[in-house]
């Protein structure tokens, strides 16, 4: 039996990238997917996607950025299926610049989707779990929240607060039956990273690949894959951690 069979799966940020490739991971595992994001043509494709593959999908659009949004997404999810079983919190935004330079604004974008997002979500999915009799959440950090790095200030800042997130949740709700990790990518190959360095193939590019031990860049499905195990029954005694998908570039 595939490891989701009967399992009901929230995606944010579900729309591209890793959260595509994750969505279509758990479906391919027998999950029913719930995939959620800001873009709804995008969001339309990645459920047709799955559906055409045989999966069961369907999309809610919401920002993680504003409250009732996620509280309905969450809602329409157990409408739709009748209960909650995993959720995977990977909505989030990138920033770089000098730290001179970032502005109020700058902050309240990437903190309001990078972790309230997360907060926020966590709020409204895990009494869902809870409900279910137990479940997973699996928070998309990054490899900058354990590092620091010059030139991404806000964002390494974000995401130092989702692995405290995490952390703490994990330690609120381990008694529940409740079990709250993370994902800790590097560079991985996706539209925010073609972004950030101009493409994969770019000089930027080049040189960001070769800062990781493995001599790439990942890939949205190798992220996908950690994150199924750490949602499945294999991680059943792993709670309050992040996992680093790195390349060995924490390693250095």
Not at 65 to 80: F, M, R, S, Y
């Amino acid at each position: 039996m595939a490891r989701f069979t009967n399992k009901v799966v929230l995606v944010t940020g579900g729309t591209s990238g890793i959260g595509k490739a994750t969505a279509e991971a758990f479906a391919a595992e027998g999950a029913k997917v719930v995939v959620s994001g800001r873009r709804e043509p995008e969001g339309n494709a990645v459920v047709e996607g799955i559906r055409k593959a045989g999966g069961e999908a369907t999309f809610v659009r919401a920002d993680v950025a504003k409250e009732d949004d996620v509280k309905q997404l969450v809602a329409a999810t157990v409408a739709k299926y009748g209960r909650l079983d995993v959720a995977f919190n990977n909505a989030g935004v990138e920033w770089t610049g000098a730290l001179t330079d970032a502005t109020e604004a700058d902050y309240r974008r990437v903190f309001d989707a990078n972790v309230w997002g997360v907060l926020g979500a966590m709020k409204y999915e895990i009494p869902e779990l809870v409900k279910a009799g137990g479940g997973a959440v699996v928070n998309t950090s990054s490899i900058a929240g354990h590092v620091g790095m010059a030139g991404v200030s806000v964002y390494i800042a974000s995401k130092h607060a989702v692995e405290g997130l995490t952390k703490s949740a994990a330690l609120e709700f381990a008694k529940q039956g409740v079990r709250v990790t993370a994902v800790a990518p590097a560079a991985i190959v996706t539209d925010m990273v073609d972004r950030f360095v101009g493409g994969e193939h770019s000089d930027q590019g080049k040189g960001l690949a070769a800062m990781h031990p493995v001599g790439r860049m990942g890939r949205a499905e190798e992220v996908a894959a950690a994150v199924l195990y750490l949602a499945s029954d294999a991680a059943k005694f792993v709670t309050g951690v992040s996992l680093p998908v790195d390349g060995g570039w924490l390693a250095q």
